[in-house]
């Protein structure tokens, strides 16, 4: 019995040993294969690849995945790769972010990264970066530091379980729950390619969101302000519902804008602001 028990352990210490997250990795899915990406069950439901039409054009190899929105297998928003190359320590590869390209159809998703790690402790990314559907093909990036993350259940901490990834998830969750790490039921096509693990930050203010925008009063009954650090980075502000649905969209063309809430119904917006310098989300509150 012990012997078996040896021998069961050293095979899967070797196994996760041998799929190892290493600083630089892309999935381009230029070798034809979904590249380990699944959700759990086979057939026609599971992620494909596509030959050409990716962020590339013509011959750009990607990963594509439509979630049905209806019950059972293939409802959700959530694709997975489980002891294979997103397995690992994150944290001694010094990844601080994954990159990808994402094309989105049929409904807006608010992508985020799902981990799992030691004693089956769970986390998602606290910040979904929101990817409208029908926008075309948009780099995206999502964080990986030990401050981007929302522990959801188990008895690990966020940067326990970074240096030990058993699976990682792309989900798309509007809200966090419980339940949000398998993702939420959803229809929707999510196209992906290029996923990297980058030893660099993207957007050089990624890690100091507080200083993005700035939102306030909240919560607050008649007006929202927002006021950017900087006027050149501006492009335009999105707030969307708790259901996902755009509510307000306007460019930002100087420092202070001022919008009238009052009509609004009461409850949780987010509110979006899109740059050259990255794409920032915050919560807001209408009373
Ligand atoms: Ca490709
Ligand atoms: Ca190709």
New binding site residues.
């Given amino acids: 019995m012990k012997k078996k028990l040896l021998f069961l352990s050293l095979t899967l210490s070797s196994f996760i040993a041998f799929a190892q997250v290493s600083a630089g990795q892309i999935d381009d899915f230029?070798d034809g294969t979904v590249q380990n990406w699944i959700i759990g069950i086979t057939g026609p439901l599971s992620p494909i690849n596509v030959?050409?039409g990716g962020p590339g054009g013509v011959?750009?190899?990607f990963l594509e995945y439509t979630s049905t929105g209806t019950n059972g297998a293939g409802a959700r928003m959530a694709i997975f790769n489980s002891f294979q190359q997103w397995s690992g320590d994150f944290a001694a590869q010094s990844i601080v972010e994954v990159q990808m390209d994402v094309e989105v159809l049929t409904n807006d998703l608010h992508l985020r990264l799902a981990f799992q790690g030691p004693n089956g402790t769970r986390m998602i990314s606290t910040n979904p970066v929101i990817v409208t559907a029908g926008s075309g093909w948009n780099s995206i990036a999502l964080p990986c530091g030990i401050n981007d993350f929302t522990v959801q259940s188990g008895p690990n901490t966020v940067s326990e379980v970074l240096a030990a990834v058993s699976t990682m998830r792309i989900i798309s969750v509007r809200e966090e729950n419980i339940d949000s790490w398998r993702g939420e039921v959803i229809a929707a096509t999510l196209r992906v390619d290029n996923i990297t693990a980058s030893t660099t930050l993207s957007r050089k203010d990624f890690d100091s969101k507080n200083n993005a925008f700035t939102i306030y009063p909240n919560p607050s009954r008649s007006k929202l302000n927002i006021t950017l650090p900087t006027i050149e980075h501006a492009s335009k502000v999105e707030v969307y519902n708790i259901l996902g649905a755009r509510v307000y969209s306007t460019v930002l063309n100087k420092l202070n804008t001022s919008i009238n809430v009052s009509q609004w119904n009461n409850g949780v917006y987010l509110v979006r602001v899109s740059s050259d310098s990255g794409t920032f989300t915050k919560r807001f509150v209408k009373q």
């Fill in positions: 230029e030959a050409t011959d750009d190899n």
